[in-house]
């Protein structure tokens, strides 16, 4: 692909000067991210500029989700996910990074770096995303690197964000399709009614669908349902739909009550004209039946309890099937919990399906906690009389037997706070790390410098360079997760370093800068001509005129006296014999050592110089403008001719600031 460097960066700077606009459509937002399914390509067709927030991102410099698009997925079978986003324009640039929010907020993506999975913030323009031909999962914003990025690996049952990243603000959109890895991001379970029950009085069907759908396929006024009998089914609403908008429960009115008996529910294309459909887009087939079971004469025992959060302070309870709304003790004493950690119910909410206005019934209740859970282990909901004087009853007027409960399990939020100690030498610095508070935490990664990482509970890394160590560690319990940087300064190892100038002319005073490590406290300078020092920044000093040209080698030690460590770098510089700027009047270029070239002697102040030979007719045989250029006597490789060769000389006295021309010739002997 050829590279549009110049165009992507005049745009980017555009870009940078664009007032930020809030992002309010769908894909604009973590919350509205949009799903991706299998291997169906997605198009965006605009990308109006919004966004501009940053994002935590394991590279140097600051990354923002400049005019962002974002996606949501599912692992359904672990493995390597593969993808390719495709911009309409060709010189359009778009980056991307993928972030495991599994049990988290999806705007932890703004403030949690150990979300991380993988990233492409690369400045070049065309296709990019995620290949087998990647050589890593993190390329940052370096030029010249990868426009794909190593496939990562997805974690079977595990939630995916996906951002993609608009750099160059080009009104064009972009292609997206998912292809090329073994992981599985499509539902393998076909959509599907799982089983129905009639109500107790007769007037209701409830109907538990295979897995969680869309609550807006399904129509109000019941039409995605037929029952076999002479009622008719003149509304549907979905139970608890959740914050993706999906749920799997539906309770089908009927036009009338009718009594128990043999009953089956039908799926046909509702009045807006589709079934039900799942996560992926597919759709229940219309046709598919189940048969309606009578009433139920068992009690509604609790069914589940969900408790997703770290250190939960809520619980949501569901039922087996709806229990009566009036039954329910508004001041939570029809609970109790038990287990490793003194828990308290605070209040309780429950929403109640009015469809009977008599009976009004809901399926989920949820016990907000007085304090949260920070203790992990098994736990116990136990249900008993309420204040009230009894306990729940079930739509069907059974009550659930005092004592009955449900196990779940706490998971307090794990820390990956650590300390550290450093253990120091010459050559290298041994730091041994130390997880703070390791109670709950079941898996762990330590990244050094995002180059290498270790799993063990307290690492020993040893550091050979001085300068800030990025060190990372991420922690789990295999719901909650933390992670926690830090930088460490390591500077006990010495470099030494100096500036002076290569050449000088005799009588020129010979300034030195002292570059070496900020940790060296002591320093030995030696000179080439007896002369030396102990200062930081020694004294300027002259050279003797020995008019001949003069190699002196400079040293200098630095020294840091605590952790005894020294390192020692020597120069050579050249003292002229003169700065007298002369060409000879004859060379011998025949490889003795002497007198082999010809060229400007001593034109260290000369700036400006042009220096040119001819031959005996007149042709430019030789031409420089760096006086140490020298010329061996040969053309295009060949040697010339025993003869009297012609020069010109042109500079400026950089002291005087004259202009000086000369002219002459010289004598090439062989």
């Not at 959109?173 to 007769?202: H, K, M, Q, W, Y």
């Not at 300068?467 to 300064?489: H, P």
């Not at 005073?509 to 001509?529: C, I, M, Y």
Request: glycine share 8%; charged share 15%.
């Amino acid at each position: 692909m050829m590279k549009q460097a110049l165009p992507v960066m005049i745009l980017l700077c555009f870009a940078k000067i664009l007032p930020a606009q809030v992002c309010t459509g769908s894909g604009h937002t973590p919350s509205s991210a949009i799903l991706l399914c299998g291997s169906n390509s997605y198009t965006q067709n605009s990308i109006p500029g919004c966004g501009q927030t940053a994002i935590p991102v394991p590279c140097n410099g600051a990354f923002i989700n400049m005019n962002p698009t974002w996606f949501k997925m599912t692992c359904f079978s672990a493995g390597t996910l593969g993808f390719v986003i495709s911009p309409h324009d060709p010189v359009d640039n778009f980056d991307w990074q993928l972030f495991d929010i599994s049990g988290r907020n999806n705007d932890d993506v703004f403030t949690d770096p150990g979300l991380f999975v993988a990233c492409n913030w690369s400045p070049e323009p065309g296709e990019t995303g995620a290949s087998t031909n990647g050589d890593n999962t993190k390329v940052c914003s370096d030029p010249g690197l990868d426009l794909f990025s190593k496939t990562p690996v997805l974690i079977q049952g595990h939630e995916y964000l996906l951002l993609v990243s608009h750099r160059t603000n080009l009104p064009t959109g972009f292609d997206i399709i998912i292809n090329g890895g073994t992981a599985s991001v499509t539902d393998p379970i076909e959509p599907d009614l799982f089983n129905a029950r009639l109500s107790c009085d007769g007037r209701y069907v409830f109907a538990l669908l295979n897995k969680k759908m869309a609550c807006s396929t399904i129509a109000p006024d019941g039409s995605d349902f037929t029952i076999s009998t002479g009622a008719t089914v003149i509304g549907a609403s979905p139970v608890s739909c959740n914050a993706d908008g999906e749920a799997n429960f539906v309770i089908i009115t009927l036009s009338n009550s009718i009594p128990a008996a043999s009953y089956t529910l039908t799926i046909q294309n509702g009045s807006d004209m589709n079934t039900i459909q799942d996560k992926c887009g597919r759709y229940i087939a219309t046709g598919n039946t189940i048969p309606v079971l009578p009433p139920s004469t068992d009690p509604a025992l609790p069914d589940s309890l969900q408790t997703r959060d770290c250190s939960p302070g809520k619980l949501k309870l569901t039922f087996r099937k709806p229990v009566l709304c009036n039954s329910i003790a508004v001041n939570a004493s029809d609970f109790m919990i038990t287990g490793p950690q003194p828990v308290t119910i605070d209040n309780i909410t429950f929403n109640c399906n009015t469809s009977n206005p008599q009976s009004p019934t809901t399926n989920e209740i949820e016990l907000h906690l007085m304090t949260p859970l920070t203790v992990g282990g098994v736990f116990q909901l136990v249900l008993r009389n309420g204040t009230d004087g009894n306990p729940i009853i079930d739509e069907c007027g059974n009550y659930i037997p005092p004592g009955s409960s449900i196990p779940f399990i706490g998971r307090p939020s794990v820390s990956a706070a650590f300390t550290y100690t450093v253990s120091t030498s010459c050559k290298e610095d041994t730091v041994r790390f130390f997880q703070t508070f390791p109670a709950g935490v079941t898996n762990r990664q330590w990244k050094f410098n995002n180059t290498s990482s270790s799993d063990i509970a307290n690492p020993v890394k040893i550091f050979s360079s001085n300068g800030e160590q990025t060190v990372q560690l991420i922690v789990t319990n295999g719901v909650c997760s933390d992670t926690a940087t830090e930088t460490i300064t390591l500077e006990n190892k010495v470099k030494a370093a100096f500036d002076m100038p290569a050449i000088i002319c005799p009588e020129d005073t010979l300034h030195f800068t002292n570059k070496s490590s900020d940790n060296a406290n002591r320093w030995e300078w030696s000179f080439g001509s007896g002369i030396t020092s102990n200062l930081q920044s020694p004294a300027a000093l002259n050279y003797p005129i020995t008019n001949r040209e003069t190699i002196y080698t400079v040293k200098l030690t630095a020294i840091n006296t605590t952790a005894n460590c020294r390192d020692s770098m020597t120069k050579k510089i050249t003292v002229l014999s003169s700065c007298y700027i002369a060409v000879p009047t004859a060379f011998t270029p025949n490889g003795d050592g002497l007198n082999d070239y010809l060229h400007p002697l001593n034109a260290l102040k000369a700036t400006g110089l042009v220096f040119r030979v001819f031959n005996r007719v007149g042709q430019l045989v030789f031409e420089t403008r760096d006086w140490t250029r020298k010329w061996d006597g040969k053309v295009g490789g060949m040697p010339q001719g025993t003869g009297v060769y012609a020069w010109m000389l042109s500079f400026t006295n950089s002291e005087t600031g004259e202009k000086v021309f000369m002219k002459g010739t010289t004598v090439l002997i062989r």
